[in-house]
């Protein structure tokens, strides 16, 4: 696995904040790509050659690695983000599969265009994938996410996009999502809390966890200096 500078690894890890004030865990995303996670698309790696995308998550898997004692110790989770194509190199690389299985606090994270969300679509790649991590689904009410695909699947955390968060906010239909989607994993994250009137709006749902700039996040050696 490459090596990484543990000072200047060209990452970011995003606070994903309980609604008690703890912290559940954190996202693992590229620097240049923050400000479009928070405003845009919210999305990784959209602009990279699959070359470049499997070469990223090898980076953010050699970080996860290095800060092993943050993570175990701290009872934190890391989140990446993957796209198909890095689904399939990691079910075809031994070593790489035996790494996330020894770091368990990994959580490969599939975002909403992953290519077997589409209805009718066998779903080999993502079975394989339950074998050796843990899985999140990433951006629900957005492309082919699906309360069918929420009900058939194994996830453990359903991050609500911040568009559906922010166009449904304060509703009722908001709660009764909320409500469907609870049974089928450990715990919703609502994407795109900018603002304390957001935590308001919230009040009442029963969700686990928040996460967008409301909470400053942490560069390398800031993540050593408050939690190793």
């Not at 499997?54 to 996860?64: G, H, L, P, W, Y």
């Not at 075809?92 to 770091?103: C, D, E, V, Y």
């Not at 843990?134 to 058939?152: A, K, P, Y």
Request: charged share 20%; net charge negative.
């Amino acid at each position: 696995m490459r090596s990484v500078k543990r000072s200047n690894s060209g990452y970011t890890f995003e606070p994903i904040v309980t609604v008690s004030g703890g912290m559940l865990g954190f996202e693992l995303v590229k620097k240049i790509e923050k400000h479009e996670h928070h405003f845009d698309t919210e999305g990784h790696n959209n602009f990279l050659s699959v070359e470049d995308g499997i070469k990223a998550f090898f980076d953010q898997v050699t970080i996860a690695c290095v800060n092993e004692d943050v993570f175990i110790n701290n009872a934190f989770l890391l989140s990446i983000t993957i796209d198909y194509e890095i689904a399939l190199h990691i079910i075809s690389n031994t070593a790489l599969r035996k790494i996330l299985q020894q770091h368990s606090y990994i959580r490969l994270t599939l975002n909403e265009h992953f290519n077997e969300f589409e209805i009718g679509e066998e779903r080999a790649v993502l079975h394989a994938l339950t074998t050796y991590c843990t899985l999140w689904l990433d951006r629900f009410g957005e492309g082919s996410t699906s309360l069918s695909l929420v009900m058939n699947e194994k996830f453990e955390y359903i991050k609500i996009s911040k568009s559906f968060f922010w166009q449904h906010q304060g509703t009722l239909s908001f709660r009764k999502i909320i409500e469907h989607l609870k049974p089928y994993c450990n715990g919703i994250i609502i994407c795109g809390v900018e603002h304390y009137s957001h935590i308001e709006y919230l009040k009442g749902s029963d969700i686990q966890a928040m996460q967008g700039i409301l909470w400053s996040s942490y560069n390398q050696e800031k993540l050593t200096q408050y939690f190793f």
